[in-house]
């Protein structure tokens, strides 16, 4: 049994290894623009391990910085994370007879990366696959925050880091994790529009830019998804 157990705690670690190297240059911007904008050493290591949330790091570091409202910076981030929401949702009927001991820390790791794991049928039904969601999760944890160390460190000590245009590393990352998931027609008629429409309300200069694109996608993926099953039903019901 203890094994079993270790081959999935191995696993988790080698299929996470990946995105922990590719979030690498973006750990290192959050921790440098920390310190760039004249947070302590303290309060830009404690980002990664609270919050753990690298989109939410970047904006909120800057919106600190800019003397934003309390409201706004709550709201933002709101927003920003309303996405692990649908995540948590999404898996609620696999994990909601778990005890507490495992609902509570999977939730805390389920970021975008873990949730992205997370599409097989049987993911977190048993224990084997709970100690390997907990691996892979745990793993991105760490190594985000050693990524945050270096950025820190190399924040105080070298020239600024924002201008090596790390924040690209931000895409790349969310390239990686939705192209595997485009598997139907609706999903990739979400992720069309969803990139069309995000490009043209940025260059509109539109603040909630993301949030529309992404209502949009939604939208556009469900009149798809609905236009599909009507279709299907149609010729069932013609034979």
Not at 25 to 51: H, K, N, Y
Not at 63 to 73: P, V
Not at 200 to 214: D, E, G, K
């Given at each position: ?104 820390p999977l939730g805390f790791l389920l970021t975008d990366e873990l949730f ?124």
């Open positions: 049994m203890r094994n079993v157990k270790s081959i999935y705690i191995a696993k988790g670690l080698v299929d996470m290894m990946p995105l922990n190297l590719a979030v690498l240059p973006w750990g290192i911007l959050c921790g440098s623009l920390s310190i760039q904008r004249d947070f302590t050493a303290l309060e830009a290591l404690l980002m990664p391990l609270l919050v753990f949330a690298g989109a939410v790091q970047l904006v909120a570091i800057e919106l600190i910085a800019g003397n934003a409202s309390l409201a706004t910076i709550l709201l933002t981030t709101f927003i920003i994370s309303s996405r692990h929401f649908l995540y948590g949702l999404t898996l609620r009927e696999r994990m909601k007879n778990l005890p507490k001991k495992w609902r509570f992205a794991f997370s599409g097989h049928r049987r993911s977190y039904q048993n224990k084997n696959r709970l100690y390997y969601a907990l691996s892979a999760g745990g793993s991105f944890y760490v190594t985000w925050f050693i990524w945050n160390l270096m950025g820190v460190l190399a924040g105080a000590l070298l020239p600024d880091l924002t201008q090596l245009g790390l924040d690209f590393a931000i895409a790349v990352t969310f390239i990686a994790l939705v192209i595997p998931g485009i598997k139907n027609l609706a999903i990739l008629i979400t992720v069309i529009v969803s990139g069309v429409l995000a490009t043209i309300f940025h260059l509109w200069q539109w603040q909630m830019a993301l949030i529309f694109a992404s209502l949009g996608g939604m939208a556009a993926g469900y009149l798809v998804f609905q236009w599909q099953h009507g279709s299907k039903s149609v010729n069932k019901g013609t034979r």
